[in-house]
């Protein structure tokens, strides 16, 4: 199969498997289809890379097909009138306003073209892309394998309608639409891709049905139709001072000419990816059931937004617009981070660690000198894997406790040993040496440092806000308590599968990223900077050691003697008598009038000082300046 | 050899004292008396403490409390009972709520009388803790050893 | 072979160094209160005798996390001697604390519970400074390679002098001196038992303290880096900044975590990134 085919085959073949997923009825054929669908998709990513790993170019395929603009045009319309059906039934005017200007303005749009702004090529393929290409393939189809159980659960414990069949339909187009938004070079086409993944997202978030999924999904749906607009804005002033709608053109261009359509496409990447003052959406979406939290938050959406911005990097080394830009990222990181320390709820703290993330990646991509941007894409990889993780665990564990808060997963590592692991390895993924995302946070400051101290100011003072929030947690879930409990026997070996695979892939990922990098980012970095970054030897052989000592360090609790003596902890020997057991004494104690009371240890979330409330509100009105800058400044 | 002659920790428990050896003890920290030039600390942790110092009787509130921290101090360790109230009960010793002695609830290895115990006596009864302390090391060693052989 | 050679001088000389020093502080503190004070030696009897007695534990998860702790102490330490990069070796460290702090929440007592969690603030409160410090180094020297920072020909404190002051702030913090001695304490009675390590005894408890004597090498040895192209000076200002700290130590009461929150970013914006701006600008 040649490469053209087998990125139509990418693009193409999802859209069949959702159209088999609107046709199944039964869970079980239709668990085996998603599956087997998900393994074809995985499989075709990696053949991609495979076949594409001599050949680190810039490829363009030309696509003779008249009639497809017009079918894009139709479904974009298609949509927006069906948000402006919806929005009216869901009393959102606010959305069915969005929807007429976005049909006046693609309309308006395809008259100002005149059918004459044609791509050369409309596809392409170079190692970001490929990049892209495998965290959907992969990471995104490992959340598909992991749905099928979990679906499947979640309408026994929730009395909400069952719309499975919608659910992995969608989930299928979503994947559709990323490969198409990262393998186009005819900007159209991505933008079309585009308003896919931002009208998928909404029938995602909405699931549920509940008021409160319906107000959120109209939320992201806003915002991201605003994002879309800046994105059309971008294309037609491209096309009117340059004639052009490629992406490969476009960034031969002088980055002085192409300001003011860079920064607006840069606006929609902002927004997708969910930077301040537009999180509030990401937040909304995590009434979501927890996969597509997982689908949002690590392989797609998001990295989308994170992604055109890399692209476009080069046009934004060196510029004011580009400096603006890190400092939004900068800026959403420090704070996003310094918020997550007060969330109790699970999936908000990792929605806030997102935005945290995907802020340093803006940052990087803003900056966008070659080791930045190297930086950014390593970012990706490693977020991509661990949030993907960490989200599923997490929807593990509100399956098998019932709560999300993290008060109530005191030594969770009695009752769900393995899933307790599993997080473990995902959040010393997200910020603990030697793995990846401390990698990346490491590069990135040698990175930022020698650009603008500025921003690596910003990132040191967010890091240690990361510290905090993830150790506590990790405080949290390896207390030892008694009684031990079987919580985890619902997980199906599906579900075991995905989370397994995707901490091995946290582990792995940082093991052999020096390979990653040589062949995947080195020659993309090459290419667009002609510079390569190089990490010392002995600094990857220390970080190694460092993998290596904490794989064999668990040892010693094997390895210590057992025959210790155990006993309760110091509570001013005021702990229970009654239980024969030490270790159970622990968590009753007698009050002064030899009331027996329990313990309960609740963490600091310091609300008064980094409650959402308070910080929110400085990051969002900090960020809103930025942007207004950034307007001012790419007019100049 | 054994260091606990140069280094030891002790927890204070007060039972049912009046006080006054309570105050005889802490005195035995300021700088006239400055027991830390023999290594004493008081660390108020039962899990870091070699000796027990007990001022004041035992009584039906405190006996589990006082059982409680001496079971989880660590091998070796030795009880100090100082003041007459921890020895025998003293003049309390026929109150309705009074066991006596801290030797009616755990063993006690070293006893300093007065009523309060002088700063002078409580040191001596602590130096004189550690030869105790020094032999159940050994003892304790031995007894691992002949479990292992 | 050089590496190897300087990793075991620094596994056995500096619990020795950090054993004395540890030892100096409690006979100073004693003199200041005018006491007599323990024997200069008092420190390894102490560790000494807590290998001898016996380890009881709320659970064995407990002594994991404790020898994890000692265990990447000593490997900052190593990186931070053999002259590697600074950045790795502050991550390295960082990872070791996390481990202490597990250590105590591992536990479910409420002492070393609230203790963790002070220690986590404190580590908030002071790793952006340590960081700056590595940063504001590169700055002068554009490497972050102890081994060049080392070799750099001026003493780096002319350049960065408000790196320097707010490092010798958040010492005081890492070194858990008064007045920020929130997590864990070595004086007698406070409101948290003995905070982190409550739970700890025996062996475990002495790897606890074995490890806080090598990072007060490591970090005096930052300290020295300052003055590293004069080593006599550079020594005489790392032990005059320790004995600073016991000073500090003496003359304060504990303050709340938000007092050292506060003021320990309020020092690294103040003095660490000030002085990095004008090195930008300068530069």
């Not at chain 1, 990049?131 to 959907?136: A, E, G, R, T």
């Not at chain 1, 060196?318 to 900068?330: E, N, P, Y």
């Amino acid at each position: 199969m040649s490469f053209m085919s087998l990125i139509l085959f990418l693009i193409i073949f999802p859209l069949f498997a959702a159209l088999l997923m609107t046709l199944l009825k039964n869970p079980k054929v239709r668990g085996f289809f998603v599956m087997a669908a998900s393994l074809v998709i995985a499989a075709a990513s990696v053949a991609l890379l495979v076949m594409n790993l001599n050949n680190s170019g810039f490829v363009e395929y030309a696509v003779h097909m008249e009639y497809i603009e017009y079918a894009m045009t139709a479904v974009l319309l298609l949509i927006s009138v069906y948000i402006i059906y919806a929005g009216a039934r869901d009393k959102k005017y606010h959305a069915v306003v969005l929807a007429i200007v976005q049909i006046l303005a693609t309309v308006g749009s395809e008259l100002l073209f005149g059918g004459k702004a044609e791509a050369a090529n409309a596809l392409m393929l170079d190692n970001l892309s490929l990049l892209m290409v495998m965290l959907v393939g992969v990471v995104g189809s490992l959340i598909c394998v992991f749905s099928v159980g979990y679906m499947e659960k979640y309408h026994h414990h929730k009395h909400v309608a069952d719309r499975s069949r919608m659910f992995f339909a969608v989930v299928f187009v979503f994947m559709s639409a990323m490969f198409g938004l990262v393998l186009s070079n005819n900007l159209k086409w991505l933008l079309f891709f585009w308003e896919i993944t931002t009208f998928c997202s909404y029938l995602l978030i909405g699931y549920t049905r509940t008021a409160e999924a319906i107000r959120n999904s109209y939320r992201a749906l806003v915002m991201n139709i605003v994002g879309g607009l800046g994105f059309l804005a971008g294309i037609v002033w491209l096309y009117e001072t340059q004639g052009i709608i490629e992406v490969d053109k476009l960034l031969a261009l002088n980055p002085a000419l192409v300001v003011v359509p860079v920064v607006f496409i840069c606006f929609a990447g902002v927004v997708k990816s969910a930077q301040m003052p537009f999180s509030s959406w990401l937040l909304g979406a995590m009434v979501a059931p927890s996969p597509v939290s997982a689908l949002l938050h690590s392989s797609t959406m998001v990295k989308a937004g994170v992604y055109i911005v890399i692209r476009l990097s080069p046009l934004l080394a060196g510029t004011k617009a580009g400096l603006f830009i890190a400092l939004i990222g900068a800026v959403t990181f420090l704070f996003a981070s310094l918020i997550a320390i007060s969330e109790r709820n699970l999936k908000r703290l990792l929605a806030y660690s997102t935005i945290s993330t995907l802020g340093l990646i803006v940052a990087c991509a803003g900056v966008g000198t070659y080791q930045a941007v190297w930086t950014a894409m390593l970012l990706m990889i490693f977020h991509a894997v661990a949030k993907a993780l960490l989200f599923l665990c997490a929807g593990t564990v509100e399956g098998g406790t019932d709560s999300l808060s993290i008060e109530d997963m005191d030594g969770l590592i009695m009752k769900m040993p393995k899933v307790t692991v599993f997080i473990l390895v995902g959040i010393a993924g997200m910020f603990l040496a030697p793995f990846g995302m401390l990698i990346s946070k490491w590069q990135a400051l040698e990175a930022l440092v020698s650009v603008n101290p500025l921003i690596a100011v910003l990132v040191i003072f967010g890091s240690s806000a990361t510290l905090f929030f993830y150790t506590k947690l990790m405080g949290k879930l390896i207390m030892i308590v008694h009684p031990a409990g079987k919580l985890e026997k619902g997980v199906t070996g599906g579900e075991w599968f995905t989370l397994g695979t995707l901490s091995i892939l946290t582990v792995a990922a940082c093991v052999v990223f020096p390979v990653i990098s040589k062949y995947l980012i080195d020659p993309f970095i090459k290419l667009v900077y002609h510079s390569t970054v190089s990490m010392s030897a002995g600094n990857i052989v220390i970080m190694l050691l460092m993998m290596v000592f904490l794989l064999l360090l668990p040892l010693q609790i094997v390895l210590q003697r057992r025959d210790k003596r155990h006993v309760s902890a110091y509570l001013n020997g005021a702990n229970l008598t009654e239980y024969k057991d030490a270790a159970e004494a622990n968590d009753h104690f007698y009050t002064a009038g030899h009331n027996v009371q329990e313990l309960k240890l609740s963490n600091y979330y310091l609300e008064e000082m980094f409650g959402e409330k308070r910080l929110g509100l400085v990051g969002i009105v900090l960020t809103s300046m930025l942007l207004a800058i950034l307007c001012g400044v790419m007019f100049l | 050899m054994s260091y606990f002659k140069k280094s030891p920790w002790l927890i204070h428990y007060d039972g049912s004292s009046c006080n006054g050896c309570d105050i005889e003890v802490l005195a035995c920290l300021t700088p006239l008396y400055d027991v830390e030039r023999f290594g004493i600390v008081n660390t108020g942790n039962p899990k870091h403490a070699d000796i027990l110092l007990i001022t004041g009787s035992v009584n039906e509130q405190n006996k589990s409390v006082i059982q409680n921290i001496y079971d989880q101090m660590p091998d070796p360790k030795v009880v100090v009972a100082v003041g007459i109230c921890a020895t025998s009960g003293g003049i309390f010793a026929d109150c309705y709520n009074v066991l006596g002695g801290v030797d009616k609830l755990i063993p006690v290895d070293v006893y300093v009388p007065g009523c309060a115990a002088r700063p002078e006596a409580i040191i001596d009864g602590v130096v004189q803790g550690l030869g105790v302390l020094e032999e159940k090391y050994k003892n304790r060693k031995e007894r691992k050893k002949k479990v292992n052989a | 072979m050089k590496i190897l050679l300087t990793t075991v001088l620094f596994i056995i000389l500096a619990p020795v160094a950090g054993g004395l020093l540890s030892g100096f502080d409690r006979k100073i503190s004693a003199r200041m209160q005018k006491r007599v004070g323990p024997s200069i030696l008092q420190p390894f009897y102490d560790v000494l005798k807590l290998f001898q007695k016996e380890n009881v534990v709320v659970n064995i998860s407990q002594n994991l996390y404790a020898f994890c702790f000692l265990f990447f102490t000593v490997f900052t330490g190593v990186l931070f001697f053999n002259g590697a990069d600074i950045l790795l070796i502050i991550f390295s460290l960082t990872l070791a604390g996390i481990f202490f702090v597990l250590g105590g929440y591992s536990t479910f007592s409420p002492y070393s519970f609230i203790g963790s969690e002070r220690e986590l603030l404190s580590m908030v409160a002071d790793e952006p400074m340590i960081i700056l410090t590595a940063v504001g180094m590169y700055m002068v020297t554009k490497s972050f390679s102890v081994a060049d920072i080392a070799a750099y020909g001026t003493p780096l404190f002319f350049y960065i002098p408000g790196v320097f002051l707010g490092f010798l702030f958040i010492l005081t913090i890492k070194l858990k001196k008064s007045p920020f001695d929130l997590s864990t304490s070595h004086h007698a009675h406070q409101e948290l038992v003995s905070g982190v390590t409550t739970e700890f005894s025996g062996k475990p408890l002495a790897w606890i303290e074995l490890a806080h004597w090598y990072e007060n090498v490591f970090l005096l040895g930052i300290v020295y880096l300052f003055f590293a192209p004069v080593p006599v000076i550079g020594v005489a200002v790392a032990l005059l900044a320790y004995f600073l700290e016991i000073f500090i130590d003496n003359i304060n009461a504990r303050v709340k975590w938000q007092w050292m929150l506060k003021s320990a970013w309020g020092a690294a914006i103040g003095l660490g990134v000030l002085n990095i701006f004008i090195l930008y600008i300068v530069q």
